[in-house]
């Protein structure tokens, strides 16, 4: 698979998993203070960026020489 | 901040201080200009290295708004307003899509402007203009709500009146256009790199003496857990379907629309090599979350201790934090001073760099195209200097009289709506040199009547411009990217 799609799935996949539409309406677990789905927002927000970053720091071959 | 206590003779000369000393940086960076030119004047001669282009992408994209409106709009919404850190995110990831294919064609060139590309890639003078006018008209409305801003901040430190409001406006937007024309890019960007350090401390003291105040977030999330029993509201709650809806379109709509900011574009131009741009762009990767917690953690204590709060008074809120922390201990109220400063310094840096772009357009995308040959670049540069006050004074006047009117500032919104028009021009043009330039400027065309008719459709499933929680701009860019590539397909088949 070309590396720019499988990037762009994994960009679908953390927002997909990051907005807590598939959280049940009434859940009360909370973790580290705060509500569960918070954190795993959080947590899928910190992957995009690394991903992020990984994709713009990694030797690339049609950058300038 | 009009909750503020009254600052001493210590606290203001502080702040005269920290504005002295910007035309201070102007006054040196106009001492480092290598020569007389447009690119030396609006990209800093292309040489911004790592620390520097980094600290004024952050102080660019995050206005005072970012920590004043979000801190706000947590105490409105509650936790989901977390979800703000992904459309900042998305922001860097759409730079991903254009910007170092962008930096290494603006190399070869040295394109000033984004119209410059615009015009290098499609060679088709109404597309230009086109995109020149939708970043003017978003950039001026931005310009317009920062200096607003600045008025209503330095009205609320000197808890005064109008008087007050009309000299910060004055005052401040004097200091930038001073600045700005002195050093150009150059001193904009200096000063953009002390106002984002200023900014990134500020910001974290205040949030371990948030901790330090507050106590646990545990205690705070149960507090609004109750109110929620109490008053029907989701505050700690999951988000619902809707309010999911509008989180992913603002993720879309804000990535492919902020990324493509006539400001943003030329700072992409003026990094020193693709290498930079790219480190640049990695480090700001990390920077939503920091700043998204420290806005919302903020938000959250407010909610849970400064109850009661309703409509506009919301958006003070973060003044009641810090009145809080003024309060507090001695430590707190030197760090409020500092980040009222850092407040004062995220607006200019945002005005600072949008009236820079603003000249840099006029002098290049419509001055130039009155002659048959262009004069000059120190006629030109000249003209952007001369463009940079006149403008500013016109929007000083507009901020004056419309102090009391926000409905202008509100259409803030509607800039995400315009600006995403152009994402295909940029964003697929730039891979694609099949996409051609009429269907692409007809597209732009059809994208801009439908965003800007949808928010004032009166129908069911519109509601605050959006269409079942989704941004107007992106109902318009289904048919913009259809006719843009469909309309190129038939050309091509023709040929």
């Known amino acids: 698979m070309n590396k720019n799609i499988f990037y762009f799935f994994l960009y679908i996949i953390l927002v997909a998993v990051g907005i807590p539409w598939y959280w049940p309406k009434d859940s009360q677990s909370l973790l580290l203070g705060v509500p569960t789905w918070v954190i795993i927002a959080i947590f899928c927000s910190l992957l995009a960026s690394i991903l992020t970053a990984y994709i713009l720091i990694k030797p690339n071959t049609d950058e300038e020489k | 901040m009009n909750n503020l206590l009254p600052l001493g003779y210590g606290a203001w000369a502080f702040i005269s201080v920290y504005l002295l000393s910007l035309l201070v940086i102007g006054w040196f960076a106009k001492k480092s200009r290598k020569e007389n030119t447009l690119s030396d004047f609006y990209l800093a001669g292309k040489g911004l290295g790592l620390s520097v282009l980094f600290l004024t992408l952050f102080a660019t994209q995050y206005s005072g708004n970012t920590f004043f ?138 949030l371990i003496m948030l901790f330090e105040k507050f106590g646990a977030l545990s205690k705070a999330t149960e507090i609004i857990a109750n109110m929620d029993q109490i ?123 949008a009236l820079l772009t603003i000249s840099s357009m006029f002098t290049k995308d419509i001055y130039t195209k ?40 509100k259409l803030i919104d509607r800039k995400i709506d315009l600006l995403i028009q152009v994402a295909p021009a940029f964003m697929i043009g730039i891979h ?15 994208g801009l009547i439908i965003a800007l008719v949808i928010p004032y459709l009166e129908l069911d499933f519109i509601s605050k411009g959006k269409v079942f929680g989704f941004h107007a701009g992106l109902v318009g860019l289904i048919p913009n990217l259809a006719i843009a590539l469909i309309g190129s397909f038939i050309y091509r088949e023709k040929k």
């Open chain 2, 231 to 353: 008053n029907g509201t989701r505050k700690a709650s999951v988000p619902d379907a809707q309010t999911c809806r509008t989180w992913l379109s603002y993720i879309i709509a804000l990535g492919f629309s902020l990324s493509l900011y006539p400001q943003a574009i030329q700072r992409i131009y003026a990094a020193k090599s693709e290498k930079t741009l790219k480190k640049g762009l990695a480090v700001m990767a990390f920077m939503p979350m920091p700043t998204m917690i420290i806005a919302v953690i903020a938000g959250i204590f407010a909610l849970a201790y400064i109850p009661g709060l309703e409509g506009a008074a919301t958006d003070q809120v973060f003044g009641q934090v810090l009145r809080v922390i003024q309060e507090y201990s001695i430590l707190g109220y030197g760090i409020s001073i500092l980040i009222l400063s850092a407040i004062l310094a995220a607006m200019m840096s945002t005005a600072d760099s």
């Open chain 2, 69 to 206: 409106g979000f801190t706000g709009a947590t105490y409105r919404v509650g936790y989901s307003w977390i979800l703000s850190m992904h459309f900042m995110t998305s922001i860097v990831v759409c730079y991903l899509l254009f910007a170092p294919k962008l930096y290494r064609i603006s190399k070869t060139q040295n394109f000033i402007t984004p119209a410059d590309y615009i015009q290098h890639r499609f060679n088709y003078k109404a597309l230009s203009i086109i995109i020149s006018i939708i970043g003017t008209v978003a950039l001026s409305n931005y310009l317009l709500a920062q200096l607003m801003a600045m008025g209503r901040a330095m009205q609320g430190i000197s808890a005064g009146g109008d008087i007050y409001y009309i000299g910060g406006v004055i005052a401040l937007a004097t200091i930038i256009v001073i600045y700005g024309t002195m050093g150009g890019l150059r001193a904009v960007a200096w000063t953009d790199a002390i106002q984002g350090v200023v900014l990134l401390f500020g910001f974290s003291v205040l």
């Open chain 2, 370 to 409: 009155f002659f048959n040959s262009p004069p000059s670049e120190k006629t030109l540069t000249l003209v952007g200097k001369f463009c940079s006050w006149g403008f500013l004074a016109l929007l000083i006047i507009l901020a004056i009289m419309l102090r009391d009117n926000t409905s202008l500032v």
């Open chain 2, 432 to 446: 694609f040199t099949w996409l051609k330039a009429k269907p692409v400027f007809w597209g732009i065309v059809c």
